[in-house]
């Protein structure tokens, strides 16, 4: 069965060569030089993304995934990405509970024993769904419990319910 999500072929940048009339086959000829052989391969990834929340909740989240192959100084295998197609697909919604997914980008680069593609997605924070599910929450309780202070000190029985009670909503 062939996969796919994998493909291996030959990008074509010069004409077919002549082909051989001795052989009993069809064959065709390329020069190796001038033609890339070019390897396609689909991955499925689930990565952890190290957070910076020094800005919370008006933070950005910026994740990046990095692919490395070794090629010990073998220049003749490369990851290359074309600039003309969408190399990264995300098939998950752009807003999500707590954030949006903003931008997406992807590079390649080749250091002398190693060849890399990064991505990144860029992520930034929904700071109106922190304000309303928990400092707008925290405010009222804390304003119910200051409003205590003004219950005449006469019923202080309902006084004191009153403040533990939200000092323990709290």
């Not at 220049?75 to 949006?100: M, N, T």
């Not at 119910?144 to 319910?161: G, Q």
């Amino acid at each position: 069965l062939l996969d796919p999500s994998f493909f291996l072929g030959i990008k074509c940048m010069s004409p077919e060569l002549a082909p051989d009339i001795g052989s009993s086959s069809k064959d065709l000829l390329y020069s190796g030089a001038t033609n890339d052989l070019i390897m396609f391969q689909k991955f499925k990834v689930a990565y952890p993304c190290q957070m910076n929340i020094l800005y919370f909740p008006f933070d950005k989240q910026n994740c990046q995934f990095k692919l490395k192959m070794v090629t010990n100084g073998n220049h003749s295998v490369v990851l290359k990405a074309d600039p003309l197609k969408e190399i990264v697909s995300y098939a998950g919604p752009y807003l999500l509970q707590e954030f949006e997914l903003v931008d997406k980008k992807w590079n390649t680069s080749n250091m002398n024993t190693e060849s890399f593609f990064v991505f990144s997605l860029h992520f930034e924070r929904l700071f109106v769904y922190q304000l309303t599910t928990t400092y707008f929450q925290t405010f009222m309780l804390w304003l119910l419990a200051y409003l205590t202070l003004f219950v005449p000190i006469k019923s202080f029985n309902e006084r004191f319910m009153g403040a533990v009670t939200a000092l323990l909503v709290l």
